[in-house]
């Protein structure tokens, strides 16, 4: 059974950092996309960064490019976040997931099968 479990949410002012983790466990192979979504109440869960365990290519929304960066061990079962300027529109409630398979530019929520619990982020202007 997958398990993914979040941690490194909290509370930063404008223009802070937060580093978000998500360990992986009971997915054995590195043939996966790893990925971290954001949602805030009433919108849907929009895709900020993703990669892919074989080869660790990364694709990041248009929002967050030049300012987020996601990495993995590796042994590719962390996944980490680093995020700096943060700004208040990143405000949110961010989740793991993950899928079989080479990340695309565009990741979409319903095609990922796994989700850890989320953490939250907040940023204050």
């Known amino acids: 059974q997958v398990h993914l479990v979040e941690s490194g949410g909290g509370s930063v002012q404008s223009g802070g950092s937060l580093r978000l983790s998500c360990a992986v466990s009971g997915y054995t192979t590195s043939n996966k996309c790893t990925g971290w979504f954001r949602q805030v109440p009433g919108k849907e869960r929009e895709g900020v960064a993703f990669i892919t365990g074989f080869g660790g290519a990364a694709a990041y929304a248009d929002s967050v490019k030049g300012r987020f960066t996601i990495s993995q061990t590796n042994d590719k079962n962390t996944v980490y976040l680093q995020m700096d300027s943060l700004k208040p529109e990143d405000t949110g409630m961010y989740y793991c997931?993950?899928?079989?398979?080479?990340?695309?530019?565009?990741?979409?929520?319903?095609?990922?099968?796994?989700w850890g619990q989320g953490t939250q982020v907040t940023v204050s202007s």
């Open positions: 997931a993950l899928r079989g398979g080479y990340c695309y530019m565009k990741n979409s929520a319903p095609d990922f099968s796994d």
